[in-house]
């Protein structure tokens, strides 16, 4: 339900507000303890949404109380847990101000993804997808940014047609590449090193995956997610060798 998946975090700011009205800026440093990714615009951006209503002085200065912190760190945290529209968090925050009981998707889903989607960080043929405007929502990224990003095929549509959760993940990432002068065209090399690892992986895994035996391609499935999270782990490592050789 919706109250186990909003406990800690932000609510631990909330408290610490201690029931005074604050300014933006301590709201964001309460809630960089769990969001370190969090922005003042980015809570500026929600507002604009309707996601959160602070009150505002007699100057027009933004006032956030305890129930406002909290409620920020509730859509963050769906946000960043089950990768669900803007749209979808309202109506689920608007349900339980009703006293309703809200049922999320399970971490890591996105938002119309089964509770037993594949835990592995690989999304079967019969998963649910999401449309290119829940995308668009959920990364909180343009039409012209995703287009540009598919003709440089840094996302791709799933053979289905749609797009699967990890798409979030990467549009958001190279928006915030793109803060930082970082075009689609810069990153093509970064994209074809992650074809050549996802490759690589393949080839490892492919006997166990062809097996017969149930249990053997259950275990297929383990030794993916186990081969990519250290794949993700060495290229991170060798990035920050080569910039400690190139800059110190």
């Known amino acids: ?19 005074r009205l604050v300014s933006i800026g301590t709201v964001l440093s309460l809630l960089r303890d769990e969001f370190p990714e969090v922005t003042i615009s980015k809570i500026r951006f929600l507002e604009a949404e309707g996601l959160v209503e602070p009150q505002r002085t007699s100057s027009g200065y933004r006032k956030f109380g305890p129930a406002d912190i909290e409620r920020l760190g509730q859509v963050l945290r769906m946000q960043r847990d089950h990768y669900l529209p803007l749209k979808v968090i309202r109506d689920h925050l608007d349900a339980l101000g009703r006293g309703e009981q809200v049922q999320l998707p399970a971490p890591g889903t996105a938002s119309g993804l089964p509770d037993d989607a594949p835990e592995d960080g690989i999304q079967d043929s019969t998963a649910a997808v999401l449309g290119r405007d829940e995308l668009l929502a959920a990364a909180e990224v343009g039409s012209a940014d995703l287009g540009e ?25 190279l928006a915030e590449l793109g803060r930082f002068g970082l075009e689609p065209r810069h990153l093509r090399a970064m994209k074809a090193a992650a074809d050549r690892e996802a490759g690589l992986i393949e080839q490892v ?32 490592a060798l990035v920050q060798t080569s910039l400690r050789v190139r800059l110190y």
């Open 1 to 19: 339900m919706l109250q186990s998946s909003t406990d800690g975090g932000a609510g631990h700011g909330a408290a610490a507000a201690d029931d």
């Open 149 to 173: 990003w598919e003709s440089y095929g840094l996302i791709s549509a799933v053979p289905e047609g749609g797009y699967d959760a990890e798409a979030v993940n990467v549009a958001r990432l």
């Open 205 to 236: 895994v492919a006997p166990l995956r062809l097996n017969r035996n149930p249990q053997t391609r259950e275990h297929a499935k383990v030794t993916t997610k186990e081969l990519a999270a250290l794949t993700v782990r060495l290229h991170a």
